[in-house]
């Protein structure tokens, strides 16, 4: 979600800055579904708003707020203050679920998720208290650095998983078949290219 050049708050995922499915229509559809609704954050600056909006216009709507609110692997920077979208996300909507990533950019097999990227997310579930958080973890870090986010499982045992991937990134069935087997199934959730219906 960001910001269009006309001013409007619209579902659009860069390097898109536009689009024709703004916030109001959303949630206006969301209603009408009963379904809940995933705003993936782009820029730090509409995060107060557009949850005003939500609580506004639907506030039974289940919420799941989703940042790269961390500095990633490759060094790569991210535009939030962490604290401060946490705190913004658990005043607005004390209800939703905090789904939390690092800002990775282009995919480098060199690269992965460290101790102290790890740690830095502890601080965040801690900050977060009753809140539910989520990990947003690249599916293709994961595998080379499976000790570290292990651990981050054991050390936040409240916490979930959202696996995705992106263009540029390894894709094959076989690191499919190992993230399911390896992750605990009741606590993560995939939103990957590469994953097929499989037989039997």
């Not at 009408?32 to 705003?39: E, S, T």
């Not at 705190?87 to 992965?112: F, K, Q």
């Not at 990957?192 to 039997?200: D, I, K, Q, V, W």
Request: proline residues 6%; hydrophobic residues 50%; glycine residues 6%.
């Amino acid at each position: 979600m960001q910001r269009a050049p006309d001013g409007r708050l619209v579902l659009a995922h860069p390097p898109a800055r536009d689009s024709d499915l703004d916030l109001g229509t959303f949630l206006d559809a969301a209603l009408n579904a009963g379904k809940g609704i995933k705003l993936d954050f782009k820029q730090p600056d509409i995060v107060a708003e557009a949850l005003a909006e939500v609580a506004r216009r639907a506030p039974a709507v289940p919420v799941l707020a989703n940042a790269d609110v961390l500095d990633g692997p490759g060094g790569y920077r991210s535009g939030f203050d962490a604290t401060e979208f946490v705190l913004t996300v658990i005043e607005a909507t004390p209800s939703a679920i905090l789904s939390l990533g690092w800002e990775t950019g282009w995919y480098d097999p060199t690269h992965g998720y460290t101790a102290a990227m790890a740690a830095e997310m502890l601080e965040l579930v801690a900050l977060a208290a009753d809140a539910h958080v989520q990990f947003a973890l690249r599916a293709a870090y994961v595998h080379a650095s499976w000790d570290v986010v292990a651990d981050l499982f054991d050390r936040a045992p409240t916490a979930s998983a959202l696996l995705w991937d992106t263009f540029g990134d390894p894709c094959d069935a076989a690191l499919d078949d190992w993230l399911r087997a390896t992750l605990p199934a009741h606590r993560t959730s995939f939103d990957l290219r590469f994953t097929a219906p499989r037989n039997g």
